[in-house]
């Protein structure tokens, strides 16, 4: 995943054994980044906040093509554990092909399609926000994906927008690859975007799983989005579902008196509320109501 308008700068600490050290490292590679801006013309006084609890009781617009039944068990499952997690509802509704109808204020764009990216849409659909937040963004019109499930939080004058886009399956999934691939990239791209999480990219094999926002860095580019082949290496590039870790910042995120989620004063406080946080995540985790988007042990599927 990316946000665009931001550059991801990593502090890595050295290895950590002890569970709590563990999440401790993770939560500083995951949400203690600097920005900068990736896009030439930008104007850099428009303000930035970089805070997931800002979407805490916003509402979900899904655009495109309506939710297949797979995909509609992962939102369902993921509005249920915002709702534990951040104490506000998320409602969501179905607003047609153009994204304008789905109106301003706090509200989060998915667009889903099957088959080819909707490219012409997307554009529409950035172009729209574009003129509604005023993100002044520089004169491209035309914006493609660059791969099946995107996701952009944008920051102008009157607000932030995020827009998700994310491929579904066309029908049924045919296969347990299928299903799983379309399952993950889904809830990767909701989880990211409502807590402003970063990747954290893995290197060595070895290292076990702790969060949905690890992945090991694969060379795609020839390999079809719908053959099996892409479908198998991605999703056994991170874990398939949400971890303890992962439920664990959402707590965090949720409830920490900081003003902005990347700053030093979150980590003190992810560090200060460790007991707590981790006992409660631990319980949401064993709560059936959330199992379609949970996995408890965070391994490498058998695919």
């Known amino acids: 995943m990316r946000y ?77 554990l915002l709702l534990q997690t951040y104490g506000k509802p998320m409602t969501m509704r179905y607003a047609g092909q153009d994204a304008s109808a789905c109106g301003s204020g706090r509200t989060v764009i998915l667009r889903l399609y099957s088959g080819f990216p909707p490219n012409t849409a997307l554009s529409a659909d950035l172009q729209w926000m574009d003129r509604t937040y005023q993100l002044e963004l520089p004169g491209r019109g035309y ?3 660059t791969s099946p499930a995107m996701a952009q939080t944008f920051f102008g004058r009157q607000g932030q927008g995020t827009h998700i ?21 889904l ?8 807590t402003f999480g970063m990747d ?21 580019w020839r390999l079809p989005w719908e053959s099996p082949a892409f479908m198998r290496a991605l999703v056994r590039s991170n874990p398939p579902g949400l971890c303890t870790f992962d439920v664990f910042m959402m707590y965090a995120v949720a409830e920490a008196p900081v003003d902005q989620t990347n700053e030093p004063a979150f980590i003190e406080y992810v560090d200060a509320n460790y007991d707590d946080l981790y006992t409660r995540a631990q319980a949401t985790m064993g709560d059936p109501a959330y199992a379609a988007i ?3 042990v965070c391994a490498a599927p058998d695919l």
């Open 4 to 80: 665009l308008l931001v550059l991801l700068v990593l502090f890595c600490g050295p290895a950590a054994h002890a569970d709590r050290a563990t999440y401790i490292e993770l939560a500083k590679r995951g949400w203690s980044y600097e920005l900068r801006t990736t896009m030439i013309g930008r104007d850099l006084s428009i303000p930035v906040l970089i805070n997931g609890r800002q979407l805490a009781g916003a509402s979900l617009c899904v655009v495109g093509e309506r939710p297949r039944r797979t995909s509609l068990e992962v939102i369902d499952s993921f509005r249920a």
């Open 143 to 145: 914006f493609a994906a």
């Open 165 to 185: 886009m994310v491929k579904q399956p066309a029908a049924a999934p045919r296969s347990r690859i299928e299903a799983a691939f379309y399952k993950s990239i």
């Open 187 to 194: 809830i990767e791209e909701l989880f990211q975007s409502f």
């Open 200 to 220: 954290i990219l893995i290197f060595d094999r070895s290292v076990a799983w702790r969060s949905k926002l690890q992945e090991t860095p694969l060379n795609l």
């Open 294 to 296: 949970l996995d408890p």
